[in-house]
């Protein structure tokens, strides 16, 4: 979306362009498509937080032989598109005293506060022009908010006038509440429905459930395609992924002794599922790219760690295993969601970003995220007696369940292999 906005204002000769992001990897993600594309563009920032391709492109080396300030203004001036950071646009206000934009694209814009977002939005520039005339703001208000450490008590809003502009918490993006405010508007909203990321499969659940069912695939091949059969020495475990792109393991621990927040019997199931994985891909495996694991807690990152060590295949070690706040804009092939938690008070944390959506719908954030970064293969391990007490995972494992996808009785990883 933000690349199409983009090149539809690069078609009017006079116009310039300033896309930002709030992550210095999202702003990566923006300079690769732009390198691709073959458009010329300055990025702003320095070469320790640039991803080495787009160091070429930084401001700093392109006036590197720059020694007056006419031909410094004649540089920026040469350039239609710039890209940055919010953090370094707000940290570079001086760009608008030698540029003026027709437009600015705000990407991850859902997890961007007010605050940060102020300078830009009234930035001037040296005749007292709008720096930026026009804004396009990107995101998913259905994904992760912004992190914000204060508490809800101390980012509430009491001011009258506040309210009328939708304004009751500081902790919520701009972006979200134009969203709320102007949704049955089309000439300012406008969702984004064709998606090329998941299998229609896994996206399944995600659009009915989240995005009032309005979720469309490109399609790309991979997006579409049939399963292939197992070979014929498959374990059990090799066939149950081989069959199914989403799978539930259900799985109780009854191990009493050990802390709420670590998982065994969960972590030697993962571990056993990253080793079929691995031999199934075989040299197409990539640490990358292939397998990811989401888990709520640390210690269950340590429990499945020492699980993959502890088989001996050298290029596990690799894979990111972390939790749902660190995988928002990430992909891989699989993506294995352990679920981990074994007490009913633990719900509470799994479901803590939900909301009431201005339809009705509960929309949980977080199980939203892990399964949206999944393209092909969606996997899942939890206790289903334990998270059905959760009306949302309790319609998601009903929903694998109707797709045949719900494993109970799984041999132990031993006897599996």
Known sequence: GMLTTGQEELRHPDSSIIIMAYTNRAVDEICTKLIEKSIEFIRLGNDMSCAPPSRPYLLSSKVRNISKA?????????????????????????????KQFSLGVIDEASQIL???????????????????????????????P?????????SAVD???????????????????????????????????????????????????????????VPLPHQTAELADSPADATVLRRLIDS????????????????????????RLIGAIIQEIYRKEGSEFDAADTVG?????????????????ACGIPGLNDICIDTVERYQGSQRKYIIYGFTVRKYY?????????FEDTDGMIIDRKLNVALTRAREYMIMTGDSILLRR????????????????????????????
Not at 71 to 97: D, G, S
Not at 248 to 265: C, E, P, Q, W
């Open 70 to 98: 006419s031909e410094l203004a004649a540089e920026i001036n040469r350039h239609r598109v710039f890209v940055a950071t919010t953090t370094a646009l707000n940290a570079n206000p001086a760009l608008f005293r030698l």
């Open 114 to 144: 007010e605050p940060q977002l102020l300078g830009i939005l009234s930035a001037r520039t040296a005749s007292g022009a709008d720096a930026i005339s026009r804004f396009v703001l990107i995101g998913d208000h259905k994904q992760l």
């Open 146 to 154: 912004a992190i914000v450490q204060q508490t809800p008590g101390e």
């Open 159 to 217: 001011e009258e006038c506040l309210h009328e502009i939708g304004l009751h918490d500081c902790r919520l993006s701009l972006f979200e509440r134009l969203a709320v405010r102007y949704s049955s508007d089309p000439t300012v909203c406008h969702m984004l429905t064709t998606q090329g990321r998941m299998h229609r499969s896994i996206a399944a659940f995600a659009s009915r459930n989240f995005y009032s069912d309005k979720l469309r695939e």
């Open 244 to 267: 199914h792109r989403m799978l539930f393991f259900d799985v109780h621990d009854t191990d009493t002794g050990l802390a709420d927040k670590v998982n065994h019997s969960e972590a």
């Open 293 to 309: 694991v989401i888990v709520p807690y640390r210690n269950q990152i340590a429990a499945i760690r020492s699980e993959l060590a």
């Open 346 to 354: 633990q719900l509470q944390f799994l479901t803590s970003h939900v």
């Open 390 to 417: 959760n009306a949302v995972f309790s319609r998601l494992i009903s929903h694998i369940e109707s797709c045949g996808g719900f494993v109970t009785d799984m041999p132990p990883a031993s006897e599996n292999s």
